[in-house]
């Protein structure tokens, strides 16, 4: 591995940039914040396995057979930020780059906390494991297996195609204009899902759940929407072939453009808590469940 450590100068509040070391200085009243880039060359697919103990991650691609990592390490005082240790490796077209918690900084730490930040540009067609312990996560227009993980922060994945992963311990989870398999999961905020999907798996343990399929989505596996607490709004094709399966503890199930065939379960109220149709021609489970709240549906 090989460890970086980007020479660091401070001038006044302003900021400093040394163009033959791509390193740069910028100084706050929050602390001090201090800038690297890394470029990589690649002759097939890039494999990318991002960590940080705490930070962003923005992933976004261009149209060049190279990787451009850029690094923001952020401490109270310009050691501290000098202190940040980035690890980076290449082999082939897998690259590594991970930033592990500093030593010092392992149990409890009073006043502002050390962070290292990452924004990597790669081409479209990528393969990405992308993990954070505690902030959020942006990626735009990529092609292949994405798998983006926050121990704590917010999930944005936009024009994403292939296969997406997105998890979230506390934090809420944005996809839009997605193609292929997606699977979401928060344990604590809402999700919005929109695209053209294959597969989904959605559960979250605390949060609403909107859902839109667009024309030519198609369940090539069941579909799983999932959440503790909170309301599922799906909008799907209307030519969608599935056997729809919803259910909640409490709110109700209602139904736009569903067949008058479809058999309700009802208690002593009249009250629909549960839903079971056959969409266009049948086939996979759309599942849906709700543990507290209603459940929208319309085609």
Do not use: Y
Request: proline share 3%.
């Amino acid at each position: 591995m090989q460890k970086l450590t980007p020479v660091l100068a401070v001038l006044g509040t302003s900021l400093l940039s040394i163009a033959t070391s791509a390193c740069s200085i910028d100084v706050r009243g929050e602390g001090v914040v201090a800038r690297e880039e890394k470029r990589f060359v690649v002759s097939g697919q890039a494999d990318l396995m991002l960590r940080t103990f705490d930070g962003s991650i923005q992933m976004k691609s261009w149209d060049r057979d190279e990787v451009l990592v850029e690094i923001e390490r952020r401490g109270p005082d310009q050691k501290a930020a000098e202190a940040l240790v980035v690890n980076m490796s290449q082999e082939g077209d897998r690259i590594v780059v991970d930033a592990p918690t500093p030593r010092e900084q392992r149990g409890i730490h009073i006043g502002s906390s050390p962070s290292v930040s990452l924004i990597v540009t790669a081409p479209r067609k990528v393969s990405v494991d992308a993990r954070t312990g505690d902030g959020s996560i942006n990626a735009d227009e990529l092609s292949g297996t994405v798998g983006l993980s926050s121990g704590d922060g917010s999930i944005r994945a936009r024009r994403i195609e292939g296969s997406l992963r997105a998890r979230t311990g506390d934090g809420s989870i944005s996809v839009t204009d997605a193609a292929g398999r997606v699977e979401a999961d928060s344990g604590d905020g809402s999700v919005e899902l929109t695209g053209r999907f294959d597969a989904v798996e959605v559960r979250t343990g605390d949060g609403s759940v909107r859902l839109e399929a667009l024309d030519g989505s198609t369940l090539k596996t069941d579909w799983n929407v999932n959440t503790g607490d909170g309301s599922i709004t799906l909008r799907l094709p209307a030519n969608l072939d599935a056997d729809l399966d919803a259910h909640t503890g409490d709110g109700g199930v209602h139904a736009d453009g569903v067949p008058v065939q479809a058999e309700r379960d009802n208690d002593n109220r009249g009250n629909r808590d549960s839903l079971r149709a056959q969409l266009g021609k049948g086939g996979r489970t759309l599942r849906l469940r709700s543990g507290d709240g209603a459940i929208n549906i319309s085609r």
